[in-house]
């Protein structure tokens, strides 16, 4: 009978296949451990940025209409020993109740493992039409001393492990002040939420 005869000889041809297979799919798991394990490595951690102070020059909201100078003095540390960051470009918005008030740019920087950079941020606002809404919103706030804004930033950056240079991604960094409007200032160093 053939499928007597024929079943010998195909257990023969099947397993040297079976050992490739075999020692495909360890090739494969050890192929996947070692990422593993590099991403693990080379993974860097989150950068931490806080804003340390604050400044408002010349506000007026007139009309709803609001024209002011905000200065921002944000530091950004980069916690990693291994990972350095190239920031490609770097956009920054200040916002009031989802309004963009002004935005700024930030010059394009590198920064090294273990860094503490400090970004000077000037934001000036030139007669920004508001919704009268978010203009009276933003009159009462003032009117008890304090007012929340939104500092935005978003950033194309890179990151370098070794040699090795990962491909641009987006991160974005949203961080909350409270200004205090009788001194001018923010009332304490605020900590922001990173996002990569
Ligand atoms: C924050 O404080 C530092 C040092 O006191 C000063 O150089 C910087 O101009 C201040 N920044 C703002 C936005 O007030
Ligand atoms: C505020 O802005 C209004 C309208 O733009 C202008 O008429 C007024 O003079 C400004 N006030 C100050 C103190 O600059
Ligand atoms: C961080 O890097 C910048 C730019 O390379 C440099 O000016 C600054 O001194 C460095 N800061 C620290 C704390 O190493």
């Not at 010998?8 to 990422?35: D, K």
């Not at 990693?80 to 916002?95: G, I, L, P, Q, W």
């Not at 493992?113 to 970004?119: A, D, G, P, S, Y």
């Not at 000037?122 to 500092?151: C, N, Y």
């Amino acid at each position: 009978m053939p499928t007597s005869t024929s079943q010998p000889s195909q257990a023969a041809t099947r397993s040297p296949i079976r050992l490739i297979c075999i020692i495909l799919l360890v090739l494969f798991v050890l192929l996947g451990l070692a990422v593993l394990i590099t991403w693990l490595v080379v993974r860097p951690k989150r950068i931490i940025y806080t804003i340390e102070n604050s400044s408002i020059q010349n506000l007026n909201l007139t009309n709803d209409h609001l024209s002011a100078t905000f200065y921002f003095t944000i530091r950004s540390y980069n916690p990693n020993k291994r990972a350095s960051f190239y920031y490609d470009s770097m956009d920054a918005t200040v916002n009031y109740n989802d309004q963009n008030l002004a935005f700024a740019a930030v010059q394009p920087f590198y920064q090294r493992k273990r860094n503490v950079t400090r970004l000077n941020l000037e934001f000036v606002a030139r007669s920004t039409a508001l919704p009268s809404a978010v203009s009276k919103d933003f009159l009462l706030e003032k009117s008890t001393g304090k007012v929340q804004l939104d500092v935005w930033l978003k950033a194309r950056i890179r990151y370098k492990v070794g040699a090795w240079k990962s491909r641009r991604r987006t991160m974005r960094i949203s961080c909350s002040p409270v200004l205090d409007f009788n001194r001018f200032k923010n009332l304490k160093r605020t900590y922001c939420a990173t996002e990569l």
